[in-house]
């Protein structure tokens, strides 16, 4: 089997979406100031496509693929797996990477994968000349070339570390947490890792501590060991069998962990499934005095663990063996926008100001109200819009009257232009939304945007101190009609009974009514010459909306002429009719009704 796991070309596959430890990953690439990024493409069973990510401050695609075996063929040159797959799967999945020619190294990450399978994996690999790392593994990396995962920890502790560039010394263990620790530790106290591997903490392993270790004794460019066994198990003795057949000629320095079982009156059990006091040979102590008498330089305690590492580290200094590094400069990794930002180092104008509404918190609110409390006070839909369209909290009656207003234009019939519409796109087939969506670009000018103008208009005529009479002569002279007067079909003596309601709600409930009773006037007028050009349903709701902001404590002058400017009225009609036209969908559906032609006999051809 080749020795060699990893260089500074490696690439990998992900299997798993894992988007922090693949980023993770390539913000390594970046510090060891990699050529390519090492992660070559995800296998996402769920979903093929591309993964974002960054390969310092370059924004990369990454191809995902549904399998592996679709992976190896598009990218032959991929030689590791970093398998995230769940105990539950993890056994197939690294079955089928087994079975690629193009992968010879695995690191199953996953905790709980059964032991008999465990050892299936293993004689599959030793079998197939590959290398299998874990499982219950945090992986390993090689400083300055390669990151498995989340290795080394935080990017603070792997500059700290010296991560970002290859040192001399070999390091392996069964924990991945103590890993992290153990390559700060190297590297305060020797030129750094060279590579370090954690074969994780099950009670079978793929690979044993021996196995790194001897690899690590045939590669060049690795000085001296570095290893930290457990209680529990017997694997240290096949170092210890090493040591004696002279197998392992590099100084090692080792630890085994846990001594302080002795002092507990029954067996115990540590974080890894491997850990466990058991039998007198089994023990860190004992483990720890047959390395010591095989010939490893093992310190009194773990505390003595760094002295050890120093002390063979400047004798290898003494004899030549190493050479003292010259520091490269640590490159600076492009800051995430979202850190950068959380941290206040940076500022950024906002792309997007809003100052109605905010669901940042346990819930939103609408200016400022949290919606529970409107809940509470029993609220309705025109407080809602009140809130978020006139950022104020208006009167009961206020709120009402928006209620009737959308009560009012919730519906007009099949004919007008926008169920038509509506009806039309239905019956062609379109779904929901796009039939609403149809039916609501009729609104405009001739088809409930009369709201908005009969109301500016009105406004315009009864500020400006003309009389109704000479507010409609005005109209007359500009060879415009009057917005909101007139109706097909309603006159003086056939009235709108939607508009008699608005009247008498309004009379009732309203503080004073002045621009209703100029538009009263108008309508006095124009209905002298015809008896149909009476104040419609789009006028009358225009003018009293006047009067209802008007007469409000709450909005000021500046605020009335603003709300008015912006076309609220326009925006009530909206979301009344829009009622009536999701009405007019589901009934067309309800009816599957079949796709609408235009009678002929109803089209003039010229």
Same mark, same amino acid.
């Given at each position: 089997?080749?020795?060699?796991?990893?260089?500074?070309?490696?690439?990998?596959?992900?299997?798993?979406?894992?988007?922090?430890?693949?980023?993770?990953?390539?913000?390594?690439?970046?510090?060891?100031?990699?050529?390519?990024?090492?992660?070559?493409?995800?296998?996402?069973?769920?979903?093929?496509?591309?993964?974002?990510?960054?390969?310092?401050?370059?924004?990369?695609?990454?191809?995902?693929?549904?399998?592996?075996?679709?992976?190896?063929?598009?990218?032959?040159?991929?030689?590791?797996?970093?398998?995230?797959?769940?105990?539950?799967?993890?056994?197939?999945?690294?079955?089928?990477?087994?079975?690629?020619?193009?992968?010879?190294?695995?690191?199953?990450?996953?905790?709980?994968?059964?032991?008999?399978?465990?050892?299936?994996?293993?004689?599959?690999?030793?079998?197939?000349?590959?290398?299998?790392?874990?499982?219950?593994?945090?992986?390993?990396?090689?400083?300055?070339?390669?990151?498995?995962?989340?290795?080394?920890?935080?990017?603070?502790?792997?500059?700290?570390?010296?991560?970002?560039?290859?040192?001399?010394?070999?390091?392996?263990?069964?924990?991945?947490?103590?890993?992290?620790?153990?390559?700060?530790?190297?590297?305060?106290?020797?030129?750094?890792?060279?590579?370090? %591997?954690?074969?994780?903490?099950?009670?079978?392993?793929?690979?044993?501590?021996?196995?790194?270790?001897?690899?690590?004794?045939?590669?060049?460019?690795?000085?001296?060991?570095?290893?930290?066994?457990?209680?529990?198990?017997?694997?240290?003795?096949?170092?210890?069998?090493?040591?004696?057949?002279?197998?392992?000629?590099?100084?090692?320095?080792?630890?085994?962990?846990?001594?302080?079982?002795?002092?507990?009156?029954?067996?115990?059990?540590?974080?890894?499934?491997?850990?466990?006091?058991?039998?007198?040979?089994?023990?860190?102590?004992?483990?720890?005095?047959?390395?010591?008498?095989?010939?490893?330089?093992?310190?009194?305690?773990?505390?003595?663990?760094?002295?050890?590492?120093?002390?063979?580290?400047?004798?290898?200094?003494?004899?030549?063996?190493?050479?003292?590094?010259?520091?490269?400069?640590?490159?600076?990794?492009?800051?995430?926008? +979202?850190?950068?930002?959380?941290?206040?180092?940076?500022? =950024?104008?906002?792309?997007?100001?809003?100052?109605?509404?905010?669901?940042?918190?346990?819930?939103?609110?609408?200016?400022?109200?949290?919606?529970?409390?409107?809940?509470?006070?029993?609220?309705?839909?025109?407080?809602?819009?009140?809130?978020?369209?006139?950022?104020?909290?208006?009167?009961?009656?206020?709120?009402?009257?928006?209620?009737?207003?959308?009560?009012?234009?919730?519906?007009?019939?099949?004919?007008?232009?926008?169920?038509?519409?509506?009806?039309?796109?239905?019956?062609?087939? =379109?779904?929901?939304?796009?039939?609403?969506?149809?039916?609501?670009?009729?609104?405009?000018?001739?088809?409930?945007?009369?709201?908005?103008?009969?109301?500016?208009?009105?406004?315009?005529?009864?500020?400006?101190?003309?009389?109704?009479?000479?507010?409609?002569?005005?109209? +007359?002279?500009?060879?415009?009609?009057?917005?909101?007067?007139?109706?097909?079909?309603?006159?003086?003596?056939?009235?709108?009974?939607?508009?008699?309601?608005?009247?008498?709600?309004? =009379?009732?409930?309203?503080?004073?009514?002045?621009?209703?009773?100029?538009?009263?006037?108008?309508?006095?007028?124009?209905?002298?010459?015809?008896?149909?050009?009476?104040?419609?349903?789009?006028?009358?709701?225009?003018?009293?909306?006047?009067?209802?902001?008007?007469?409000?404590?709450?909005?000021?002058?500046?605020?009335?002429?603003?709300?008015?400017?912006?076309?609220?009225?326009?925006?009530?009609?909206?979301?009344?009719?829009? %009622?009536?036209?999701?009405?007019?969908?589901?009934?067309?559906?309800?009816?599957?009704?079949?796709?609408?032609?235009?009678?002929?006999?109803?089209?003039?051809?010229?």
């Amino acid at each position: 089997m080749n020795s060699i796991l990893f260089d500074e070309t490696t690439t990998a596959f992900v299997y798993g979406l894992q988007a922090n430890p693949i980023q993770r990953m390539l913000d390594f690439d970046f510090l060891s100031r990699r050529k390519i990024p090492s992660v070559t493409a995800v296998i996402n069973p769920s979903a093929s496509g591309i993964h974002q990510a960054f390969f310092g401050s370059r924004e990369i695609f990454i191809p995902m693929y549904r399998t592996i075996t679709e992976a190896c063929k598009k990218h032959p040159p991929v030689s590791v797996l970093v398998n995230f797959a769940s105990f539950r799967s993890a056994f197939e999945t690294t079955q089928e990477a087994l079975n690629q020619k193009t992968l010879r190294t695995i690191i199953i990450i996953a905790e709980g994968v059964p032991e008999r399978q465990t050892r299936e994996l293993a004689a599959q690999a030793k079998k197939d000349g590959k290398w299998l790392i874990g499982p219950a593994t945090v992986g390993g990396m090689l400083a300055g070339g390669f990151r498995i995962g989340n290795t080394g920890g935080s990017l603070d502790n792997i500059i700290a570390s010296r991560l970002y560039r290859p040192g001399s010394v070999g390091f392996v263990s069964k924990s991945g947490g103590m890993s992290n620790e153990m390559f700060n530790v190297i590297a305060r106290n020797s030129n750094g890792i060279y590579e370090g %591997i954690a074969i994780g903490g099950d009670k079978f392993p793929c690979t044993s501590l021996l196995d790194h270790l001897l690899r690590f004794e045939q590669n060049p460019r690795i000085s001296m060991l570095v290893a930290l066994g457990e209680l529990g198990g017997e694997d240290e003795y096949d170092i210890v069998d090493a040591l004696q057949q002279k197998k392992i000629s590099k100084p090692l320095v080792i630890w085994v962990t846990g001594t302080c079982a002795s002092v507990f009156p029954s067996e115990v059990q540590f974080g890894h499934a491997g850990a466990k006091s058991g039998a007198r040979k089994e023990s860190a102590e004992a483990k720890n005095e047959a390395l010591r008498k095989a010939g490893a330089m093992v310190p009194s305690s773990f505390d003595g663990l760094p002295n050890a590492i120093s002390q063979t580290y400047e004798k290898l200094l003494k004899m030549g063996q190493v050479k003292k590094m010259v520091e490269p400069p640590v490159p600076a990794l492009p800051i995430d926008f +979202k850190t950068a930002l959380a941290e206040g180092k940076i500022r =950024k104008p906002a792309g997007i100001v809003s100052s109605i509404s905010d669901d940042r918190g346990n819930e939103v609110t609408y200016n400022k109200v949290p919606l529970s409390k409107l809940f509470e006070e029993d609220a309705s839909i025109g407080d809602v819009i009140s809130l978020l369209w006139l950022k104020k909290r208006l009167p009961k009656y206020a709120s009402r009257y928006i209620e009737l207003v959308l009560m009012t234009v919730a519906d007009h019939g099949p004919a007008v232009s926008g169920a038509h519409n509506a009806i039309v796109a239905s019956r062609a087939g =379109k779904d929901l939304v796009s039939s609403l969506a149809s039916g609501m670009l009729t609104i405009g000018p001739r088809f409930g945007g009369a709201i908005d103008d009969a109301a500016r208009y009105f406004k315009m005529g009864k500020e400006s101190g003309m009389t109704p009479r000479e507010f409609v002569n005005d109209m +007359k002279r500009k060879g415009m009609l009057i917005p909101g007067i007139g109706h097909r079909i309603k006159s003086v003596q056939n009235p709108d009974a939607r508009v008699e309601l608005l009247k008498a709600y309004a =009379k009732k409930h309203f503080p004073k009514t002045d621009y209703l009773d100029f538009a009263l006037e108008v309508e006095k007028i124009t209905t002298s010459k015809r008896n149909n050009l009476i104040l419609n349903v789009d006028g009358s709701i225009g003018v009293m909306f006047l009067d209802l902001l008007s007469s409000c404590p709450e909005i000021s002058p500046d605020e009335f002429e603003e709300a008015i400017d912006l076309g609220i009225l326009n925006g009530l009609f909206v979301i009344g009719r829009s %009622i009536g036209m999701v009405g007019h969908v589901i009934d067309q559906k309800r009816l599957k009704q079949r796709l609408y032609r235009h009678p002929f006999d109803d089209i003039l051809y010229v």
